[in-house]
């Protein structure tokens, strides 16, 4: 099992450009889940999404929007990048139950100059 | 809304001596509180965690400890190893929001040999 993965690993942007950022887990989880994190901050949820078809806001959704795709990917989305979201964004996965382990995926760092 | 503190930001401790890291959280329905180490450029990872029907739990040197009254709950290093150095992060899981987990800002350990 490669457990959670994610695309790309490193990405430099353009103030004003679009990219989205890929996710997928292999371990058949229902919950996924988008944080970024940035120092000082630890980590911050974006969006998540507790089974296929439906997706909820986090504490910092303004700027992203989300995909879930299947019950293996979870896509995060910037619209029109901004310095502000430079960071470390890391996707997440759970079986879903009340008390299941996150598992993270290595992250993407990412640049908006 | 929902939030999760956690002290201190940063620790040193002498290889050997114990580390303890407290955090606090807002929502009393939270039922749920792992924590998870992140070393430099890795993924967080869990090491221990808790349900709200227990007041203690330890897995070798790592211990925690949960005050449901007060909304506390700590985490305890004993016999630290250089090893041990990295960043802590505690979390709580929001009953009321099935799959929603807020995460505190962090605890920088350094163990110094």
């Known amino acids: 099992n490669a457990g959670v993965t994610q695309t790309p690993k490193f990405q430099v942007l353009k103030t004003g450009q679009s990219m989205t950022l890929q996710c997928a887990q292999d371990?058949?989880?229902?919950?996924m889940y988008w944080y970024r994190q940035d120092p000082g901050m630890g980590l911050r949820l974006i969006y998540y999404s507790a089974s296929e078809g439906t997706t909820d806001k986090g504490e910092v959704p303004n700027g992203y929007n989300v995909s879930r795709l299947n019950k293996r990917e979870f896509s995060l989305r910037l619209e029109s990048a901004a310095p502000s979201q430079t960071s470390v964004y890391f996707c997440?996965?759970?079986?879903?139950?009340?008390?299941?382990?996150?598992?993270f995926g290595p992250g993407t760092r990412l640049t908006v100059l | 809304g929902e939030n999760v503190e956690q002290h201190p930001s940063t620790l040193s401790v002498q290889e050997g001596d114990s580390a303890v890291i407290k955090c606090t959280y807002s929502?009393?329905?939270?039922?749920?509180f792992p924590w998870y180490k992140q070393e430099l450029g890795k993924r967080p990872q869990l090491i221990i965690d808790i349900r709200s029907n227990v007041g203690e739990k330890k897995d070798q040197r790592i211990a925690v400890t949960l005050n449901k009254t007060a909304k506390h709950f700590s985490l305890h290093i004993t016999e630290t190893q250089p090893e041990d150095s990295a960043v802590y992060f505690c979390a709580a899981k929001l009953k009321t929001s099935y799959d929603k987990v807020i995460f505190g800002p962090g605890t920088s350990l350094s163990v110094i040999p």
């Open positions: 929502d009393s329905a939270s039922n749920y």
């Open positions: 371990m058949n989880h229902n919950s």
């Open positions: 997440a996965s759970s079986a879903g139950r009340a008390t299941d382990t996150q598992y």
